[in-house]
């Protein structure tokens, strides 16, 4: 499975939307992107995932680059609960889950 | 629905000691059942997965062991812990070739 590339930390104000980078360079043909976050002291969550297209649901939107490379989730009004750890994983989607963690991304937002 | 459970929530344990952590989930058949380890600051480590009763794959070597006796029931388990072991323990399940994982809500386990 292809690495990701997430800063370790960002900040928002609370109502903004917040944009999460993810860098996956090596990502190949067949690699779904995977969003999940992670309240502090809690199981992760699953938020959304895309191959190509862009992707909306009711807790955020995908947008992935044409070459695949990158892709960003944006929260588009954040709020105070959406303080977490945000991480980006890069899968060949089916065949078994077992989902690579890396650090993520710590997403404060504030008033 | 759907539900995960997993206790105890934290746990306090001596060095040497054994460890069982059980996990069982609601409302599925056949789900595919995960443990993950998380040390303070650090991401999550797959270790272990498991498709059915009975089959396990281990992630890491290490010095913890898992069992699947029921379709719905997981298992973590250690005969004597180690300091290295302390960390948040999560149990996850998901359905078929669903990347969807559902995390339990955790364990902390403290090895002293």
């Known amino acids: 499975d292809a690495k990701t590339t997430q800063p370790p930390s960002m900040d928002c104000a ?27 002291s809690q199981g992760p969550q699953y938020i959304i995932h895309g191959l190509k ?18 892709s960003t989730l944006i929260l588009p009004h954040a709020t105070l609960r959406d303080t977490a750890v945000y991480y980006c994983i890069v ?3 089916g065949g078994g889950n077992k989902l690579t963690f890396g650090t993520g991304t710590q997403l404060k937002v504030e008033l | 629905s759907q539900t995960i ?11 040497g000691s054994p460890l069982s952590l059980e996990c069982t989930v609601e409302g599925t058949s056949n789900p595919n059942l995960y443990w993950y380890r ?10 272990f997965y ?56 955790g364990t902390q386990l403290s090895v002293l």
């Open chain 1, 14 to 40: 609370e109502g903004r939307a917040a944009n999460l980078p993810c860098n996956h360079s090596t990502i190949s043909g067949n690699e779904y992107v995977y969003w999940y976050r992670q309240i502090h």
């Open chain 1, 91 to 93: 899968k060949v989607g």
């Open chain 2, 50 to 105: 498991s498709i059915g009763i009975g089959q396990i794959s281990s992630e890491v070597p290490q010095n913890l062991s898992a069992s699947r006796p029921q379709d719905r029931q997981f298992i973590l388990s250690s005969k004597k812990l180690l300091l290295s072991d302390s960390g948040f323990y999560l149990c996850a399940w998901s359905v078929g070739r669903n990347e969807k994982l559902f995390f339990g809500s």
């Open chain 1, 53 to 70: 297209n862009n992707e909306t649901n009711e807790m955020a939107s995908l947008i992935i680059t044409e070459d695949r490379k990158s």
């Open chain 2, 5 to 15: 459970h997993q206790w105890p929530a934290t746990l306090v344990q001596p060095v």
């Open chain 2, 38 to 47: 998380q040390a303070a600051g650090r991401g999550l480590q797959l270790l």
